[in-house]
Structure formats: C-alpha cells, structure tokens
C-alpha cells in the first residue's frame, strides 16, 4: 500500500453540539438532522456533486442536462471514471479527496465543497469551516484515511481557518490554479486580510456555476438562532454578516462608478 498525491479537504461543521442539545427539545431540529445525515453519507453526497456536471448532449433540443437526467441511478457508476472522489463523513466532520494529477476531479473537489456549504446552511442553517492540503494521503471510502495531507487540512481548519470559511494552502492554491487559472470555480476564491487564500459562504454565490440564490434573511435566522442557544458563536455568523456588507458596499461602489 502506497501514498497516493492527493488533494485533500477537512471540513467540520460549527455549533454542532448546540444543535444536538437543540434536537433534544425540538423534533424538528431532531428530523432536520437526521435528514441531512442521511443525506451527506458518502454515496447520496457523492450522487449530489456528481449532478452538478453539466453533460452535453448533441443534436438534442436540450444540449446541456443534468447527470442524473442522462444517467439516473447510474451516475456513479457512469462518472466515477472520468471524475474520481472519495468521501467520508463521521459524525461533524467530512474529508473529500481526489488525485492531484487529474485537475477534472480537483475541480469538481472544490465545487463539492461549493455545494455542501449551501445545503448546510439552508437544511440547518449551520456554517462550515475547512482546510484543503495537497500532500501524501491514503483515502477509501469505508477504510482508512491516513497520511501527512489529512494531518494538515485538519491542523488548517482547527488552527488557521478560525472563521466559518475555507482556508486553502499555498502549494494547494498554486497546484489548482496551475492549469485551470481563469476557471469560473475560482471566482469564490480572495486573499483574506490575514493573507490567506480563503472562500466563505458569501464569495460562494459568487460563483457562476452556483444557480442558487443567496437569501439574507437565512443569515438573519440563523444570527437570531445563535443569540437565542449559542451566544459564544456569535464571532461566527458576525464574520458573515460583516462579509455581507462588505460586498454590498463593493456593489454600491461598482454602481456608482
């Protein structure tokens, strides 16, 4: 058994705990978790960002569809060849891997990532915070999951990403953009003010690939969700929310020019 080189990210949800102590008195805190669990486990997960692939199609009234459209339940199967992920998702916590050497499945890695901040935060209103390596790293799916990479996206997201966003390494950074530099995926992507390479949930519906609205008024519940269970978090949701105006104002800026 060898090292593979691998593109590796370790993503953990925040305020989990206040939303198990939630679940304890409200069923549908309870079922809503339940719901995104069964849904995040690897195969459903990986179903999901499979179906972000658009498939041409010629010679057809509708050229671009969707995997699952073209593929049913077939679309692991059909696209796991083209696009290699491996997934495992324990308790808060996920690690998604790819092969470095195939930029497609590095792509479809960070889309992934793109993809399960919004379903977190619409299905339970919950922010994430990740760290992406580039390293050394042995990953199945169901087994192990070990290696020098797994050890530095974890040290990334518990000790240097800090804020509910996604900090990526600098050889990690440099490696995606090497051949995919002008790629609509990396327009989330800005130099944080602690010089980091970094995506939050507000840069994320930057991205033109992303066909889903951002919605303020999810941030504002989920703000009145925190002070009212967890008000410890609130440095958390504030570094949206100032995300937020932060952009409304580069908008402003941009409209009055």
Known sequence: MDYQERLVCFIDLLGFKATIDQSLKDERVREALYEFIHSCKEEPLKKAIYDTIPIFLAHTDKPFQL????YGDNIIEELSELFTLD??????SFVISCPSSDSGSCLLLLKGIYLIKILVFYNLGMMLRGGIALGK?????????????????????????????????????????????????????????????????????????????????????????????????????????????????????????
């Open 137 to 257: 790293l042995i990953h199945e799916e169901s087994g192990a999951l070990f290696g020098p990479a797994m050890n530095e996206a974890y040290y990334i997201e518990s000790k240097l990403a800090n804020y509910p966003r996604v900090l990526i390494s600098e050889n990690a950074y440099d490696h995606l953009i090497k051949s995919n530099e002008d790629h609509s995926l990396f327009k989330p992507i800005f130099s944080s003010n602690d010089d980091y390479k970094v995506f939050d949930l507000i840069s994320v519906f930057e991205c033109p690939e992303i066909k889903i609205k951002f919605e303020l008024e999810q941030l504002k519940a989920v703000e009145q969700d925190i002070l009212e269970n967890s008000e410890k978090a609130y440095p958390k949701i504030k570094y949206l929310l100032d995300r937020w105006e932060q952009k409304q104002k580069e908008v402003d800026s941009q409209v009055l020019q």
């Open 67 to 70: 995997a699952s459209e073209v």
């Open 87 to 92: 997934i495992t998702q324990f308790s808060d």
